[in-house]
């Protein structure tokens, strides 16, 4: 027997009560309840996302950038699952260079005939910020996704270096035949 996902209990547990719910013998069919398996979502990493310059001269010269990162799973209809990804570079000293981008990316599609039921969260998302103090790529981890920075470069910035990778990390979907 596979358990939903939303269902998170012990073999122990499940043994009696599937002995009071299952009836010892019939002559009634019963109707099979709809198909439902799980998906892979593809493994890989997405991106580079390149921030557009909002202001300044679209270089932050060592001065941070204040760097914030969003990433959010969801469904659009129910066939796709999405990822909005977010991101934001602030110079931390005049002339405040600012960077700012926003992409929804489609990361799985539901086969013809077939609705997206559930995945690793209600709502699987991540919201980060730090101060990139190096011309170095930034590395955030949180449960649901992996995300590579890059504020500061050791070139031009904005446009050119300032970058987002997003590494997904919730690995399958569960779908329901319609």
Same mark, same amino acid.
């Given at each position: 027997?596979?358990?939903?996902?939303?269902?998170?209990?012990?073999?122990?547990?499940?043994?009696?009560?599937?002995?009071?719910?299952?009836?010892?013998?019939?002559?009634?069919?019963?109707?099979?309840? *709809?198909?439902?398996?799980?998906?892979?979502?593809?493994?890989?990493?997405?991106?580079?996302?390149? *921030?557009?310059?909002?202001?300044?001269?679209?270089?932050?010269?060592?001065?941070? *950038?204040?760097?914030?990162?969003?990433?959010?799973? =969801?469904?659009?209809?129910?066939?796709?699952?999405?990822?909005?990804?977010?991101?934001?570079?602030?110079?931390?000293?005049?002339?405040?260079?600012?960077?700012?981008?926003?992409?929804?990316?489609?990361? =799985?599609?539901?086969?013809?005939?077939?609705?997206?039921?559930?995945?690793?969260?209600?709502? *699987?998302?991540?919201?980060?910020?730090?101060?990139?103090?190096?011309?170095?790529?930034?590395?955030?981890?949180?449960?649901?996704?992996?995300?590579?920075?890059?504020?500061?470069?050791?070139?031009?910035?904005?446009?050119?270096?300032?970058?987002?990778?997003?590494?997904?990390?919730?690995?399958?979907?569960?779908?329901?035949?319609?």
């Amino acid at each position: 027997m596979k358990c939903r996902w939303s269902i998170r209990r012990s073999a122990v547990w499940l043994i009696p009560l599937l002995a009071v719910l299952v009836p010892a013998c019939s002559d009634d069919p019963v109707a099979p309840g *709809p198909e439902i398996r799980t998906d892979s979502i593809p493994d890989g990493i997405l991106g580079p996302f390149v *921030p557009g310059l909002v202001s300044g001269d679209g270089e932050f010269n060592q001065h941070g *950038p204040l760097v914030t990162v969003n990433a959010e799973l =969801y469904l659009q209809g129910t066939d796709s699952l999405m990822c909005c990804v977010y991101m934001k570079a602030e110079e931390t000293e005049p002339d405040w260079t600012t960077a700012e981008g926003e992409w929804d990316i489609l990361l =799985y599609q539901a086969p013809d005939g077939w609705k997206i039921t559930g995945m690793c969260s209600a709502s *699987p998302a991540c919201h980060m910020q730090y101060i990139d103090y190096d011309n170095d790529r930034d590395w955030l981890f949180c449960q649901y996704f992996i995300f590579q920075c890059e504020g500061d470069t050791e070139g031009p910035d904005v446009n050119n270096g300032t970058c987002l990778w997003v590494q997904v990390r919730c690995a399958e979907v569960e779908i329901q035949k319609k």
